[in-house]
């Protein structure tokens, strides 16, 4: 089971990076770079050499191409003795231009005349760039700051300044509190290693993709803490987000002993993952408590009135196109005086929770009533219930020990997946009710031309799902001892 397992984990890593180089390449090679500006305030202000410079300088950053100014090629070309180049020689120009051109960059020339270079990355590159920058690992001799000489360059163990719980803690590194533990999901919490998937751009331009996934929304909430100084006093932000400051103020001095000064601040509603994943896990928690025991008493009451009556809604469901249906649903909860638009009551009230979830739990019922249905009927006709029927069992007793075992089965395979996928939002119903959560995220990414973010969250959605695959098959194992993956017993 081990080497099943470990070959499962590595093929599925495969395919996440395999549909990832796919998406990567797709986006860089088949979409006009100039999308990218359709959406930038910053570039509309712009004209002439400025707005040219400033679209190479963004395509350079997004990992389209390299750039390079005439001062730069002057740099790369001659290094310390480049101040006359940079002053305008113009055999030493000639000279840096033809270098350039040497390693294959387009010389180009702005309106003004100046020349510059660029390199259009290939497939090829734009895959080595990207993966080679994917993993960040923090280290603590990652900080060398020579106005700080007296800076230790080690890790130790220290206390959550929140909870009092152990945290690993490390002087010289990025950020200062490596891991820790706190009751928000995940649960646990490292700083040692991150995925670097850029930057968002042109909307939360210049802050990482991961953090605008995962950092909360709304203005910032004070609470009232304790700093290393010893200061109380009410304040937003995340000690244990910290990362090192080179230049520190009066006010950083007033709270923290050391440069760890550049932390992150708490908000007042959750992060848009969080959000997607609170509506999602009740939804879902929802429809399992109505569709099992109605499947199941429709399996036992076949061709009863139950039963029809449980087709009838199965039918309905599937026949109705969600998005009707959830429009429907919504001018009903408008009856109730349960508002239509999540933001109109806000994070705090339930009842800007009850529709969209509520609305998630029916959608999820129809599929999970049927095929549990469908299992248990086909159980029934097995040899093994006639023979419990013939030892003198009770109809109650055959489908609650030995058809439900077998028929849930399938079921418990698709729980992981339904419980891991509910960190992606339902597009339609967040859209339908204005739920700044993760379904309308990748919709509008890719609308917005937001290409780090469109990539951030195949990522993301990828992973995740290939992950809930693995889980609900070692999971079926677990239910039923009788089923091996492994060779075996027949893979």
């Given at each position: 089971m081990k080497k099943y397992i470990l070959r499962r984990i590595l093929k599925s890593i495969v395919s996440i990076f395999a549909v990832v180089s796919i998406i990567i390449v797709m986006i860089y090679t088949m979409v006009p770079s100039e999308k990218v500006f359709d959406n930038d305030a910053g570039a509309k202000k712009m004209k002439g050499d400025q707005l040219t410079t400033y679209k190479l300088r963004k395509l350079e950053e997004l990992g389209y191409l390299d750039f390079a100014s005439r001062l730069e090629m002057c740099t790369a070309t001659f290094g310390d003795d480049a101040k006359a180049c940079q002053d305008g020689d113009e055999a030493m120009n000639a000279q840096a231009v033809e270098a350039f051109a040497a390693k294959g960059y387009e010389i180009k020339e702005l309106k003004s005349g100046e020349q510059y270079a660029v390199h259009n990355y290939r497939w090829y590159e734009l895959l080595w760039r990207f993966y080679s920058k994917l993993v960040v690992v923090d280290s603590k001799n990652a900080i060398q700051d020579p106005d700080n000489p007296d800076l230790e360059h080690k890790y130790y163990w220290g206390k959550n300044p929140y909870n009092g719980t152990p945290a690993l803690l490390c002087s010289g590194c990025t950020y200062k509190y490596q891991m820790y533990f706190n009751g928000t999901f995940p649960f646990i919490h490292q700083n040692k290693f991150k995925l670097n998937f850029g930057t968002s751009f042109p909307t939360n331009q210049g802050v990482a993709t991961t953090q605008v996934i995962n950092d909360g929304q709304?203005?910032?909430?004070?609470?009232?803490?304790?700093?290393?100084?010893?200061?109380?006093?009410?304040?937003?932000?995340?000690?244990?987000?910290?990362?090192?400051?080179?230049?520190?103020?009066?006010?950083?001095?007033?709270?923290?002993?050391?440069?760890?000064?550049?932390?992150?601040?708490?908000?007042?509603?959750?992060?848009?993952?969080?959000?997607?994943?609170?509506?999602?896990?009740?939804?879902?928690?929802?429809?399992?408590?109505?569709?099992?025991?109605?499947?199941?008493?429709?399996?036992?009451?076949?061709?009863?009135?139950?039963?029809?009556?449980?087709?009838?809604?199965?039918?309905?469901?599937?026949?109705?196109?969600?998005?009707?249906?959830?429009?429907?649903?919504?001018?009903?909860?408008?009856?109730?005086?349960?508002?239509?638009?999540?933001?109109?009551?806000?994070?705090?009230?339930?009842?800007?929770?009850?529709?969209?979830?509520?609305?998630?739990?029916?959608?999820?019922?129809?599929?999970?009533?049927?095929?549990?249905?469908?299992?248990?009927?086909?159980?029934?006709?097995?040899?093994?219930?006639?023979?419990?029927?013939?030892k003198g069992l009770s109809q109650r007793e055959i489908f609650r020990k030995h058809i439900l075992r077998n028929a849930i089965i399938p079921i418990v395979n698709g729980i992981p997946g339904s419980i891991i996928l509910c960190i992606s939002g339902a597009l339609i119903t967040e859209s339908a009710f204005a739920v700044p959560g993760m379904g309308k995220m990748l919709p509008d990414a890719i609308k917005q031309t937001n290409n780090n973010m469109v990539i951030t969250l195949v990522f993301i959605f990828t992973a995740l799902s290939i992950l809930s695959v693995l889980i609900g098959d070692l999971l079926m194992t677990v239910v039923d001892p009788r089923i091996s993956l492994t060779e075996k017993g027949g893979e």
């Amino acid at each position: 089971m081990k080497k099943y397992i470990l070959r499962r984990i590595l093929k599925s890593i495969v395919s996440i990076f395999a549909v990832v180089s796919i998406i990567i390449v797709m986006i860089y090679t088949m979409v006009p770079s100039e999308k990218v500006f359709d959406n930038d305030a910053g570039a509309k202000k712009m004209k002439g050499d400025q707005l040219t410079t400033y679209k190479l300088r963004k395509l350079e950053e997004l990992g389209y191409l390299d750039f390079a100014s005439r001062l730069e090629m002057c740099t790369a070309t001659f290094g310390d003795d480049a101040k006359a180049c940079q002053d305008g020689d113009e055999a030493m120009n000639a000279q840096a231009v033809e270098a350039f051109a040497a390693k294959g960059y387009e010389i180009k020339e702005l309106k003004s005349g100046e020349q510059y270079a660029v390199h259009n990355y290939r497939w090829y590159e734009l895959l080595w760039r990207f993966y080679s920058k994917l993993v960040v690992v923090d280290s603590k001799n990652a900080i060398q700051d020579p106005d700080n000489p007296d800076l230790e360059h080690k890790y130790y163990w220290g206390k959550n300044p929140y909870n009092g719980t152990p945290a690993l803690l490390c002087s010289g590194c990025t950020y200062k509190y490596q891991m820790y533990f706190n009751g928000t999901f995940p649960f646990i919490h490292q700083n040692k290693f991150k995925l670097n998937f850029g930057t968002s751009f042109p909307t939360n331009q210049g802050v990482a993709t991961t953090q605008v996934i995962n950092d909360g929304q709304g203005s910032n909430k004070k609470i009232s803490q304790t700093f290393e100084t010893g200061l109380e006093e009410e304040s937003a932000l995340i000690q244990t987000s910290c990362q090192y400051k080179y230049l520190t103020d009066h006010l950083d001095e007033k709270r923290f002993t050391d440069h760890y000064a550049t932390c992150r601040s708490f908000h007042e509603s959750p992060s848009m993952v969080e959000t997607s994943y609170i509506l999602g896990l009740i939804a879902l928690v929802i429809a399992y408590v109505m569709a099992i025991p109605l499947g199941i008493s429709m399996a036992q009451h076949k061709d009863k009135a139950i039963d029809k009556i449980g087709i009838a809604y199965i039918n309905l469901l599937i026949a109705v196109p969600s998005l009707a249906f959830i429009f429907f649903m919504r001018s009903i909860g408008t009856l109730f005086n349960l508002p239509d638009k999540f933001p109109q009551l806000g994070f705090k009230d339930i009842r800007s929770y009850i529709m969209p979830v509520l609305i998630l739990a029916l959608l999820q019922t129809p599929s999970l009533m049927m095929w549990l249905r469908r299992y248990m009927i086909d159980q029934s006709n097995a040899d093994y219930v006639k023979f419990a029927r013939a030892k003198g069992l009770s109809q109650r007793e055959i489908f609650r020990k030995h058809i439900l075992r077998n028929a849930i089965i399938p079921i418990v395979n698709g729980i992981p997946g339904s419980i891991i996928l509910c960190i992606s939002g339902a597009l339609i119903t967040e859209s339908a009710f204005a739920v700044p959560g993760m379904g309308k995220m990748l919709p509008d990414a890719i609308k917005q031309t937001n290409n780090n973010m469109v990539i951030t969250l195949v990522f993301i959605f990828t992973a995740l799902s290939i992950l809930s695959v693995l889980i609900g098959d070692l999971l079926m194992t677990v239910v039923d001892p009788r089923i091996s993956l492994t060779e075996k017993g027949g893979e």
